[in-house]
């Protein structure tokens, strides 16, 4: 018995990396997987069917079911018809695996144009295009009187949760990727569909090159905390019926480390029963960060 038996996923970017990883543990634990993957380079530019290809050969391979789907999820119409592939290739769709992406770091005063508009179209419209057409045949299927278990995993950043310098682009697609997350799991679960979100940590393309090598593969005895394939199995868990009860949540996931993270909450607060002056919370500014530095400290974690 798998823990995602008879379930349909997608998974975006499953070409490499994460993605990777993602949909050959689904696969493995029993779900029927469309791997889509645009393939190109990590700056999003190019593409290239052979990656999307080589996972869907190995979980065919592995004895799991899979087809290839090269759609841009950026694009409405190729996040529509990745959907419709899942539902014409089997019927439904039980789970998405949000996960394609590019990177583009620059810091803020350097930033192109095209650097920004790619970083977010590829991230949050992809998410978000994504989501909103199985949002759509889920509520179809609910609304129709079938009890609905569904579940979307979105692929967040501790770049965005914490605001990484240099990634003013992507950062502000992650953060909002966790904001989706919050809003779509409010509006989907009277439908039966969870939304939930990771913010992993892995050596894949996107990270060898950062980090000063802290992500670099140590001796074959010990445990390579940073394989992506360390980030499938939460994201399994999320997919399967174990995880009924989770929604709108955010978790890093890394290694063997899950943490949960809060959403944005209040720390601390100042009140009056009137209009403020701006020097009245000057002289109660300590009050509110009596517990709390009053600029950001490092990222956490690195
Ligand atoms: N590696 C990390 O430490 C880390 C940290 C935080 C978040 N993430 C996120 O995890 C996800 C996976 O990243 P990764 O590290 O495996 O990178 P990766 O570059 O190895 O994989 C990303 C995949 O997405 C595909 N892709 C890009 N744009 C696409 C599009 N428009 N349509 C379809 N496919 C597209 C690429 O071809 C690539 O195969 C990304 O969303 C990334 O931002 C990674």
Same mark, same amino acid.
């Given at each position: ?30 779900? $029927? ?24 050969? =190995? ?34 769709? =039980? ?26 179209? #590829? ?6 295009? +994504? ?61 039966? #569909?969870?939304?939930? !979100? ?7 393309? +996107? ?13 074959? !005895? ?27 949540? #955010? ?6 480390? #899950? ?15 009137? $209009? ?27």
């Amino acid at each position: 018995m798998g823990m995602v038996d008879g379930k349909v996923a997608i998974v975006t970017g499953a070409g490499r990396g994460i993605g990777r990883g993602e949909a050959m543990l689904l696969a493995s634990e029993g779900a $029927k997987v469309v791997v889509n993957d645009l393939g190109g380079d990590v700056a999003g530019a190019g593409g290239d069917k052979h990656p999307a290809q080589q996972t869907v050969e =190995d979980i065919n391979a592995a004895g799991g079911e899979a087809v290839l789907n090269a759609d841009d999820i950026s694009s409405w119409q190729g996040a529509r018809s990745l959907v419709e592939q899942a539902v014409d290739t089997w019927g439904k769709l =039980d789970v998405l695996v949000n996960n394609a992406g590019i990177l583009r770091d620059k810091m803020s005063f350097n930033i192109e144009e095209s650097d920004w508009d790619d970083v977010i179209r #590829v991230h949050l419209k992809g998410h978000f295009a +994504m989501a909103r057409h199985a949002a759509a045949h889920w509520r179809e299927r609910s609304k129709a009187g079938e009890q609905v278990k569904a579940s979307i995993i979105n692929t967040s950043s501790e770049s965005g949760i914490y605001g990484n310098p240099g990634q003013a682009n992507y950062a502000a697609a992650k953060a909002g990727i966790a904001s989706l997350t919050w809003v779509m799991a409010r509006e989907l679960q009277r439908y039966g #569909v969870r939304v939930n !979100a990771i913010a992993p940590r892995a050596r894949t393309r +996107m990270t060898e090159n950062l980090f000063g090598g802290a992500m670099s593969a140590p001796d074959e !005895a010990q445990f390579d905390a940073y394989a992506p394939d360390n980030v499938a199995p939460m994201v399994t868990f999320l997919a399967s019926d174990d995880s009924l009860d989770i929604s709108g949540q #955010v978790f890093v996931v890394f290694g063997g480390e #899950v943490q949960l993270i809060s959403g944005m909450s209040p720390l601390a607060s100042i009140s009056q029963p009137s $209009k403020w002056s701006p020097s009245e919370i000057a002289a109660r500014k300590g009050e509110l960060f009596a517990n709390h530095p009053t600029m950001l400290p490092g990222m956490p974690g690195f």
